[in-house]
């Protein structure tokens, strides 16, 4: 198997990603989003800025830059300015948006090199194979969430 038929196969995987998450960003209400189920749990308005964070390191490093140091203090909570259901989906849609667009100008024959990381080395492939599972793993989260509040349709689908 050629490498371009990998990165062209991981491409629509990203597409596809971002617009499952997007579809149940958007039919999810912003109380359920910023407000959960109990009210002392993770929130997905916490994972999905997660997402969109995570998406925005992965392209720099894609790009060959240095990312910001990950923040200290255990699970990633959306800052004040994040905490609405139109910032979410905005910044869901950047962070995508950007790590798409770096992943289309690394050259197929490039995809396996080398990225030195501080606690050890990836590779352009494994970063968006680990993105396409992130945001996934967390989408199912917001379907889970969706669920507990009654809502079975599976939106992700439509």
């Known amino acids: 198997m050629s490498m371009q038929i990998v990165k062209d196969y991981l491409t629509k995987q990203l597409e596809s990603s971002l617009e499952t998450y997007l579809k149940d960003l958007e039919a999810m209400p912003e109380e359920d989003l910023i407000n959960g189920v109990k009210g002392n749990e993770r929130k997905g308005i916490d994972f999905s800025y997660e997402v969109a964070y995570v998406c925005h390191?992965?392209?720099?490093?894609?790009?060959?830059?240095?990312?910001?140091?990950?923040?200290?203090?255990g699970w990633?909570?959306?800052?004040?300015?994040?905490?609405?259901?139109?910032?979410?989906?905005?910044?869901?849609?950047?962070?995508?948006?950007?790590?798409?667009?770096?992943?289309?100008?690394i050259?197929?024959?490039?995809?396996?090199?080398?990225?030195?990381?501080?606690?050890?080395?990836?590779?352009?492939?494994?970063?968006?194979?680990?993105?396409?599972w992130h945001n996934g793993y967390h989408d199912g989260q917001l379907n889970y969430i969706q669920e507990l509040k009654g809502d079975l349709t599976m939106h992700w689908q439509d």
């Open 76 to 105: 990633m909570m959306a800052p004040a300015e994040f905490r609405t259901k139109v910032a979410a989906t905005a910044h869901m849609q950047q962070g995508m948006t950007a790590l798409i667009d770096t992943w289309k100008l």
């Open 57 to 73: 390191r992965f392209a720099k490093r894609l790009r060959g830059e240095t990312p910001e140091p990950w923040p200290e203090g």
């Open 107 to 132: 050259p197929a024959e490039e995809i396996t090199k080398v990225i030195v990381l501080p606690s050890g080395e990836t590779s352009p492939l494994d970063l968006v194979f680990s993105c396409c």
